[in-house]
């Protein structure tokens, strides 16, 4: 059984920092791409980003802002969110699939997520 549990979320100005965490457990962590994606209300489900092993993918709108990073002794997945903006606001998931390709495609694992609100 997999669970994923997010933590980190709140109230932030724009141009701040914020880091999300999201805690794995289930099969061995090497086994898995954990990802994260953001919903903000009426709007669709967005990749932010994806990381197996060393390996990091990232969607457009966050490349060059947010790292994700992974610690595998902790089974934990980060999100260091920098310069955020008042369109970073959203609900953040975390998820996980098995190790197959590093992309924003066929997660089927999900965390409850946690709310991020960005104040300009």
């Known amino acids: 059984q997999v669970y994923l549990t997010e933590s980190g979320g709140g109230l932030v100005q724009a141009g701040d920092s914020m880091r999300l965490s999201c805690v794995f457990s289930?099969?061995?962590?090497?086994?898995?791409?954990i990802g994260w994606f953001r919903q903000a209300p009426g709007k669709e489900r967005e990749f932010v980003a994806a990381?197996?092993?060393?390996?990091?993918a990232y969607g457009n709108s966050v490349s060059g802002r947010f790292t994700i990073s992974r610690d595998n002794d902790k089974k934990t997945v980060y999100l260091q969110m920098n310069r955020v903006q008042p369109d970073d606001t959203g609900v953040y998931f975390c998820?996980?699939?098995?190790?197959?390709?590093?992309?924003?495609?066929?997660?089927?694992?999900w965390g409850q997520g946690t709310q991020v609100t960005v104040s300009s």
């Open positions: 998820a996980a699939k098995k190790n197959v390709l590093l992309d924003d495609m066929g997660y089927d694992h």
């Open positions: 289930g099969p061995p962590f090497s086994t898995v791409i």
């Open positions: 990381i197996r092993g060393r390996g990091t």
